[in-house]
């Protein structure tokens, strides 16, 4: 059975930092795409950052970029994403999911993030960011 858990979710002041962790098994790990959404209430979905060994790509949305880290750790099958500096406006369900896009070397992850997501979701981690 395929599973994404994603956790460290929770409620943080705006300035500060939170490491969010995205555990999959039941599939091969280390063939897939993996990336990071979020939604806020009342917004649609939108990607945060993604990352595919295979070609060694990751991308990052560019008004995010310097602000949050994506890692991945496979010999755990975990990936995290840091996020640092955060702002209320960053209140969201954040989701992980797994892909295998078709596109040329270099830009999987670009694929994965630009665009609907993978074939696998996690349930999603809240996080809230206080004023």
């Known amino acids: 059975e395929v599973q994404l858990v994603e956790s460290g979710g929770g409620t943080v002041q705006a300035g500060g930092s939170l490491r969010l962790s995205c555990a999959a098994s039941?599939?091969?790990?280390?063939?897939?795409?993996i990336g990071w959404f979020r939604q806020a209430a009342g917004k649609e979905r939108e990607d945060i950052a993604c990352?595919?060994?295979?070609?060694?790509?990751?991308y990052y949305l560019p008004s995010e970029k310097g602000r949050v880290t994506i890692s991945k750790d496979n010999a755990k099958n975990t990936v995290y994403l840091q996020m640092d500096s955060l702002k209320p406006e960053d209140t969201a369900t954040y989701y992980c999911t797994a892909g295998r896009p078709l596109a040329p070397r270099g830009l999987i992850a670009d694929m994965l993030c630009r665009g609907p997501g993978g074939n696998f979701w996690g349930q999603g981690t809240q996080v809230t960011v206080s004023s």
């Open positions: 039941g599939f091969a790990f280390d063939d897939y795409a």
């Open positions: 990352i595919n060994d295979s070609d060694g790509s990751i």
